[in-house]
């Protein structure tokens, strides 16, 4: 854990550029390049980046929750860099971020159960955004979880959108630590997400795929985030019944490399 805001922010970019490659893995004319972009730009950040976020979401709001009488001013920006609105009694909305619905139990209390509403930017400008993420999701405009905690710092989470699309499996959550500034969580999970006549189903390895998260008070910079920088992240494409392809992602601090089947 390393790397600079600078380092993070460049990695970031870097990725929203290849998602313009691609919109889907056509049979026709497809190439290792437009496998990676579509399940780098596409499918981790639905699989496995925005569970993540949600889980954050839940977290920082829980964090306000039981001290937002000692918080100082500080700290809230570090949390929340614009603002947080108590909506009514059961909603409370982290501006550009969530809507986040506490059960009433702190969300590191085992059996504990919140959800959150998560929103993307549709902007096609991502520099001067308020808040950052990995990817703004404009065909995936907007995801609902419900987080589940198992015991402190590890949550099952359950993909609530009615979203036929979109069929997300076993998705658990786990904080591992916080370094300089820089929080880190793993993300297991499975699905598939089907577009035009393709499905592409999704994993991670056993050990998860990691992401580093960070948020920003600075205005130079955008305000929230994520970040792959470890694990597997394994796709394997099929048009009905019949397999097309395969593309594995290996994600590393510098970036990803990936296999597949095209030469």
Known sequence: MK???NTILLTAVSFLMISCVVAAPEAVNRTGERLASYSNSRLVPIFAVDPVAAVIAAVDTDTYLSRQEEIDDQEMASLFPDRILHIDDRKIRIVGVANVYPD?????????KWEVDRFHDSRSSHAGADYFYYYTGDRYSGTRWAIECVSEGLWNLELLSEN????CNDVRVAYVREESGIREYTVTSSGSLTEYEYTANCSTGEDGVTIEFISSPDADFPRWTLIPSAGIFNVDFFKESRKLDYCYLTFAEDGFSCETGVD
């Open 3 to 5: 790397r600079s805001l």
């Open 104 to 112: 009433g139990s702190s969300i590191n209390t085992p059996g504990a």
């Open 164 to 167: 036929i699309m979109v069929s």
